[in-house]
């Protein structure tokens, strides 16, 4: 046990000199698309994505519900993408802006993949994601790795699985609940997922249980 703690200090203090722990972190393309979301579409579509949004109710046309509005749950990535960018129009009003004109391409699928988070996912974001990924970046990454696949530098020295945060499969057999407990509590036995109950504020590890759900892409 001590030579594996005399591990972990020293890959953790190689880490913070590398600058990996506290570098950029890449994210998913859903928590990019949250953020996009959050700048450019709510303000019609809602936090939640039903279409009650605070500039709702000032315009003259119903706004879609994008969680279930006309068979769109159906529609494809490629479909969402071309109603989104405006090369293909959609219902009959012209309040729907051509996020074309405005945003990339790269921006765009990052929107689509939030987009189908919001469609397809039972759970509700329990807390604030963006304070969840300073979190994640600072506390997490050493083992869970930098995009959250569970190959962390820790774990190549230490025999370890983290489990990989990326797999919406596995993921969503867990209910905030479950994932705010393990994140406080730990994982028992002899599993090396610690436990963050007097590291972490309630705040923290529910934005950090945040972020985890939108780190799978869509
Ligand atoms: C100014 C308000 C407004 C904003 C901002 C807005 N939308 Fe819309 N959107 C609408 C309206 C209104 C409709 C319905 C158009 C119609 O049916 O005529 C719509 C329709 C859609 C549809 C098609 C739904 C369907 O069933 O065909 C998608 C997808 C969509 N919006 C995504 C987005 C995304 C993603 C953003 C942000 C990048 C966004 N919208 C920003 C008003 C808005
Ligand atoms: C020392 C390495 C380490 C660190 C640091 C770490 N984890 Fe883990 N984590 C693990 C391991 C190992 C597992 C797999 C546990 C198992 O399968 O028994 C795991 C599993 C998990 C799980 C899934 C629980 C399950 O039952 O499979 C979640 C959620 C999780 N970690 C979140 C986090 C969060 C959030 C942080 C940062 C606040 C974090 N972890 C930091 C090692 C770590």
């Keep these: 046990m001590n030579s594996l703690l005399s591990n972990i ?9 590398l600058g990996v722990v506290t570098g950029d972190l890449l994210a998913s393309d859903t928590y990019q698309g949250y953020l996009l979301y ?18 709702a109710s000032k315009l003259d046309v119903n706004v879609a519900d994008l969680t279930n509005g006309d068979g769109l749950r159906s529609r494809t990535g490629r479909a969402l993408f071309q109603l989104i960018q405006g090369t293909v129009r959609h219902g009959t009003s012209d309040a729907m802006p051509q996020w074309g004109l405005a945003l990339a391409a790269p921006q765009i699928d990052a929107i689509v993949s939030y987009v189908k988070f919001l469609q397809k ?6 807390g604030d994601p963006e304070l969840g990924e300073k979190v994640y970046k600072n506390k997490c990454v050493a083992c869970h790795g930098r995009h959250g696949e569970g190959n962390g530098p820790l774990a190549h020295v230490i025999n370890i699985s983290p ?12 209910t905030n609940k479950q994932l705010i407990d393990v994140v406080t509590l730990g994982t028992s036995g002899k599993s090396l997922m610690p436990g963050w109950k007097n590291r972490l504020s309630e705040e923290e590890i ?10 799978s892409n869509y």
């Design 9 to 17: 200090t020293k890959v953790i203090s190689g880490l913070c000199l």
């Design 38 to 55: 959050n700048q450019s579409c709510f303000l019609c579509h809602g936090d939640d994505g039903k279409g009650h949004g605070p500039l």
């Design 121 to 126: 996912s039972s759970f509700e974001l329990p």
């Design 163 to 174: 489990a990989n945060h990326t797999d919406s499969n596995k993921m969503s057999t867990f």
């Design 206 to 215: 529910k934005g950090v249980v945040s972020y985890i759900r939108l780190l």
